[in-house]
């Protein structure tokens, strides 16, 4: 017979929440309690593995070499490939004072010499407190973020450097680091830029063009040798193109004339426009910017802020041009002379009627607002009034400038030339002097017989 012995009953006690809340805490903690790891060697060993490991498994670092005799470049071994390695160059940063390093590349990408040329070009950087990493900095990002801003707050022509930068040299340098562009390279640019194509509305670009975007560069590499991104500024050495500029441009009196007869069919703020720039030869933009309050009317002056050399400059007004600024303040609801229609600024160039009535009268389709500019000097200088004044009236810095690119000689004024020495040619032979007759000195003399002369007393 056999006998079972059963469990010993356990009595059952009231409930209470302190106990209940007591065995839950137990059972919770019985439960976070993780059962013993079991050693899995002995099994492991018997399949003829090793044992494993429970700890997660570091990186392999990857073996390094130097390259002798240039201190700090190193052979890292590649991971992907152990048969390549990446050149890197191991340097103290001078700025912070923390350790860094460049990666130059691979060994397929990068051979020995240069690498070599690099981490010396480098090391040389360091010596001289700069951070070479700093040179990485892509030729597009250093024109954002440092020439843009420069230039906005030094230049007044800042949209002219900017918008050449994006037209011509974006493309072919903008990806390149400021560091490794060399004078090849952009002297590369400059010679793709005189074939043709390069051009959005002529099929060449002017020598001129090529020049202005060459000196932009410059400005551009001057920077960058100012921040220490470069040692030696490319364009330093480049030659400005040759330029063979046009014969200037400027209207004769009876083209003047016929100007004004037909300006009188035009609305009234266009007419004064074009008769101030004739009587003042102002740029267009400066007649724009003008206001009343720089009108000096009890000296005749008109004091300019706003002007292309960056200065403050003084124009002289005629009467004429006194009137006109007259009629202009009561056309006028601010302190411009020619304010927009609608805001505070100025209006804009009215270029499309200048074209407009330039071709009802006869004018060289090619004539702009400047040639206004230039048909006043041209018209000073063939009434007799010298260069120096005429460049002064200008505000140009140079009169070689006056001379070449504002004085228009016109056919008539060579006319009168050829037609004065013709005359002078064609006239009688003047009569000689008698032998016998005496020259009488200018100063008083001294005869001396014998010699036949007179000297000086």
């Not at 409930?15 to 919770?28: F, P, Q, R, Y």
């Not at 002007?307 to 411009?336: C, F, M, W, Y």
């Amino acid at each position: 017979m056999k006998v079972f012995l059963l469990p010993r009953p356990i009595p059952i006690e009231p409930a209470n929440d302190s106990s209940a809340a007591l065995e839950g805490a137990k059972t919770t903690r019985r439960k976070a309690r993780q059962p013993p790891c079991q050693d899995v060697t002995p099994i492991a060993q018997a399949f003829g593995y090793d044992s494993p490991s429970l700890t997660p498994a570091r990186p392999r670092r990857p073996k390094e070499r130097a390259t002798p005799g240039v201190p700090g470049l190193k052979q890292v071994e590649s991971l992907t490939n152990p048969r390549d390695w990446n050149w890197v160059f191991r340097y103290t940063n001078p700025e912070t004072g923390k350790r860094a390093s460049i990666s130059y590349g691979t060994s397929v990408e990068v051979s020995f010499m240069e690498a070599v040329a690099r981490a010396q070009r480098d090391r040389e950087s360091v010596r001289r407190g700069r951070n070479p990493a700093a040179a990485k900095m892509t030729l597009n990002v250093f024109v954002e973020t440092v020439v843009t801003p420069w230039a906005q707050e030094n230049l007044r022509s800042w949209k002219d450097l900017v918008s050449r930068y994006v037209l011509y040299f974006a493309e072919p340098l903008g990806a390149l680091q400021v560091g490794e562009i060399s004078a090849f390279e952009v002297e590369q640019v400059l010679a793709e830029l005189r074939k043709p194509g390069k051009s959005l509305r002529r099929k060449l670009l002017k020598t001129a063009t090529i020049n202005r975007g060459a000196m932009s560069m410059r400005t551009v590499f001057r920077l960058a040798k100012q921040h220490g991104l470069i040692d030696h500024n490319p364009l330093d050495g480049w030659q400005q193109l040759r330029e063979n500029p046009p014969p200037p441009m400027a209207l004769t009196v009876e083209e003047v004339h016929r100007l004004r007869i037909r300006l009188q069919s035009e609305s009234e703020r266009f007419r004064l426009l074009i008769e101030l720039l004739l009587e003042t030869a102002l740029r267009i933009g400066e007649a724009l910017n003008a206001r009343f309050s720089d009108v000096d009317a009890k000296h005749r002056l008109l004091h300019l802020r706003e002007t292309k050399g960056g200065g403050d400059e003084i124009v002289p007004l005629t009467s004429r041009a006194l009137q006109i600024t007259e009629r202009l303040r009561e056309l006028s609801h601010n302190d411009l002379l020619f304010p927009a229609t609608r805001g505070d600024g100025p209006m804009s160039a009215p270029r499309k009627v200048l074209k407009r009535v330039f071709a009802d009268v006869g004018i060289d389709p090619s004539a702009c607002f400047h040639t206004l500019r230039k048909s006043t000097a041209s018209i000073a200088a063939s009434s007799g009034v010298d260069v120096v004044s005429i460049s002064r009236l200008l505000r140009h810095r140079s009169i070689r400038t006056t001379e070449r690119h504002y004085l228009a000689t016109h056919h008539s004024s060579l006319h009168r030339a050829v037609n004065v020495v013709s005359d002078l040619i064609r006239s009688p032979e003047p009569k000689r002097p008698d032998q016998g007759a005496r020259l009488s000195p200018s100063v008083p003399c001294i005869e001396i017989t014998h010699e036949r002369r007179l000297v000086a007393a």
